[in-house]
C-alpha cells in the first residue's frame, strides 16, 4: 500500500489483530462451563454468532441456542465473561504500533464484529485509550463485510475511503472495504505491522 497522508485514519480490527486468539486453556474453559465442544468452526458457539455480534439476539437467547436449553441470565453472564477473556489477549507488536501512531497524533479508530455484552466489557479496557472512536457491529446492527458497516464509519469519521487504512484479519472484510478505496493491510500470522504501515 502507499504511505498515507497525515491525517488520515488508521481503523483497526479487534479480534487477532488487536487481540490473539483463544488459547487452549480459555477454549477449555468455556467448554467446561458449556458442557459442549465450542472451538471447532462448525459448532453452535460458530453458527448464531452473527446473529449475536449484529446485536439481534441478547446474551440469554444467544447462550440458549448455544447450550440447546434455555440459560439463565446469570448463567449467560458466566459465560460471556469467559468469551470477553478468552480474546482479551493483546497482541504486543500491535500495542507498539498503536502506541507510535498516538505519539505522531493520528487518528485511531478500532471496527469490530462483537456482541453487545463483549462491547460492554471492554469499555473500560486498557487498549481502548488508543482510539478516538470505537465501532462496534452490535452498536450498529450489521456485521463486517457488509458494505454498510464501512459507510457507517465513513460517515461517523466524516472521511473519503482513500484517507483511511483498515486492518483486518479476514480476507473478505479486506475485500468489501478496498472495493469501496480503503487501503487495506490482511493482517495474518507473521505480518510485520510497523513496516506494512512504513512507520
Do not use: C
Request: a negative charge; hydrophobic letters at 45%; zero cysteines.
Amino acid at each position: 500500500m502507499e504511505k498515507v497522508a497525515a491525517g488520515s485514519w488508521y481503523l483497526f480490527d479487534y479480534g487477532m489483530v488487536i487481540s490473539t486468539a483463544p488459547e487452549d486453556a480459555d477454549w477449555l474453559a468455556m467448554e467446561e462451563a458449556a458442557g459442549i465442544d465450542l472451538r471447532h468452526p462448525s459448532s453452535s458457539y460458530w453458527l448464531h454468532r452473527r446473529d449475536y455480534d449484529e446485536g439481534r439476539l441478547n446474551s440469554v437467547d444467544y447462550w440458549s441456542l448455544v447450550l440447546g436449553s434455555r440459560v439463565s441470565t446469570g448463567r449467560a453472564a458466566e459465560l460471556d465473561s469467559l468469551d470477553a477473556i478468552q480474546w482479551s489477549h493483546l497482541n504486543l507488536d500491535t500495542l507498539d504500533v498503536l502506541e507510535l501512531l498516538v505519539s505522531r497524533a493520528a487518528g485511531l479508530a478500532v471496527l469490530s464484529n462483537m456482541p453487545a455484552a463483549m462491547a460492554d466489557e471492554f469499555d473500560g479496557a486498557a487498549w481502548t485509550k488508543y482510539f478516538d472512536h470505537r465501532f462496534y457491529s452490535s452498536r450498529i446492527g450489521m456485521t463486517k463485510p457488509d458494505p454498510g458497516v464501512f459507510q457507517h464509519v465513513l460517515s461517523a469519521l466524516e472521511a473519503e475511503p482513500s484517507s483511511i487504512v483498515f486492518i483486518d484479519d479476514k480476507a473478505e472484510n479486506i475485500a468489501a472495504a478496498a472495493a469501496l478505496g480503503f487501503s487495506t493491510i490482511h493482517h495474518v500470522p507473521g505480518t510485520d505491522l510497523m513496516r506494512e504501515l512504513r512507520l
